[in-house]
């Protein structure tokens, strides 16, 4: 018998010496059901029922395991433009959704369809390469041009739409061919719909939540996750009003300091990351590069300063994370929301440096012994958010 991770609330560390869980409310016939099968040691504190799970446990044995989507739309840019930051957060998403292992394929679809200012070829020439420089794994990558309709499920327009063709869900009328001829995004992402015929998990922002809702009553496998708006200073980021950060200035402005596009990833990944990804980003590019204040620096800093004092970044593949990183690796796949596995990595780094004040590291091999379990965690707690080993910042 399994549960739904969600179900269960983590005691806070300072309330418990092993590791426990809890939920609030009365008793829940279901949660005593699957603690009594498991043979899990139960007791009610307050409106709260904390539930030990000893040391050893399998947790993958004790939690429903959220059925994989076939594919993952997390980054499909309009390459008619150049990318900006809010491209570079998708991208950082669509990595940490493809390392949580939320699909079997990432696939794309290109908008190439408006005379922008980029060339198509020298923006996909850009956009490939940032893919193979930060380790994205794009599986299957259409043309918004090229993509057609397998099966026509359009009408033709009459009345405001005479000449269109149109999708008609419902009572809800969307423009698929405009009377000129082209196709609207509506009409590519059905026809993407149509030709994957899988379940899809969409990223992409907040405003395009009803679209994708129309899109799910033609084809219920489709889902959507609407992403946050990245501001700079608290606005959002529009060409028209000229205060858009492009992907390549930020990147050529961090390189100044951060000298490793390893590095340069991780500062703006933590940024992304350290929230869900329905949550409104606020760029401050002056704190963004302060430790204090900027979690994925601060990572790759405990990571570097591990590896100065000798620690090896070998971790052998059949190590398994601590029940805190894998509780927190399990909730983020579950949720769609890799912050929690990203906020207990930054735990394990409080840690490290707390103890870093107290124990020398470097050629002492009983500290050493002490730090190695809080490295591994950090390594496989990166490695599943797509984050960088750092070995110097």
Request: aromatic share 10%.
């Amino acid at each position: 018998m399994k549960i739904n991770i969600t179900r269960l609330k983590t005691v806070p560390k300072e309330h418990t010496s092993e590791f426990e869980l809890c939920y609030y409310g009365q008793d829940d016939a279901e949660i005593t059901a699957w603690a009594n099968n498991h043979k899990l040691a139960s007791y009610k504190s307050g409106d709260f029922t904390n539930i030990k799970i000893p040391k050893g446990t399998i947790l993958s044995e004790l939690f429903n395991a959220r059925e994989k989507y076939g594919y993952l739309d997390g980054f499909s840019p309009n390459i008619s433009k150049h990318l900006h930051i809010g491209h570079f957060s998708n991208l950082v998403l669509a990595k940490a959704f493809q390392s949580l292992g939320i699909a079997n394929k990432n696939v794309s679809i290109l908008g190439d369809t408006l005379t922008g200012e980029v060339s198509k070829e020298e923006a996909l020439k850009c956009l490939l390469e940032y893919c193979q420089l930060y380790g994205l794994k794009l599986d299957e990558i259409n043309f918004a041009s090229e993509i057609v309709l397998g099966e026509n499920i359009m009408a033709d327009g009459t009345g405001e739409y005479e000449g269109t063709k149109i999708f008609d869900i419902e009572g809800d009328k969307v423009v698929g061919i405009k009377s000129s001829g082209q196709t609207s995004y509506f009409y590519q992402d059905v026809a993407l719909a149509q030709k994957l015929n899988s379940s899809t998990l969409y990223l992409t922002g907040k405003e395009q939540t009803n679209h994708f809702g129309l899109i799910k009553k033609l084809f219920p496998n489709t889902h959507h996750i609407g992403l946050g708006l990245v501001k700079a200073e608290g606005k959002k980021m529009s060409s028209s009003v000229g205060n858009v950060i492009f992907m390549k200035d930020l990147i050529e402005q961090f390189g100044e300091e951060f000298h490793t596009p390893e590095l340069i990833y991780n500062v703006f990944a933590g940024f992304i990351l350290k929230s869900a990804p329905s949550v409104d980003k606020k760029i401050n590019l002056d704190h963004i590069a302060n430790p204090k204040n900027s979690a994925g620096l601060y990572i790759s800093y405990t990571m570097a300063r591990l590896h100065s004092a000798g620690m090896s970044f070998e971790i052998r593949s059949e190590i398994v994370p601590s029940f805190e990183i894998e509780m927190a690796y399990l909730k983020s796949k579950e949720t769609l929301s890799p912050h929690f596995l990203f906020a207990e990595v930054g735990e394990v780094c409080k840690k490290v440096n707390g103890l870093y004040l107290t124990h020398i590291i470097k050629g002492n091999e009983a500290n050493q012994g002490l730090f190695k379990p809080l490295l591994s965690d950090i390594l496989w707690g990166c490695k599943k958010l797509g984050l960088f080993p750092v070995s110097k910042v």
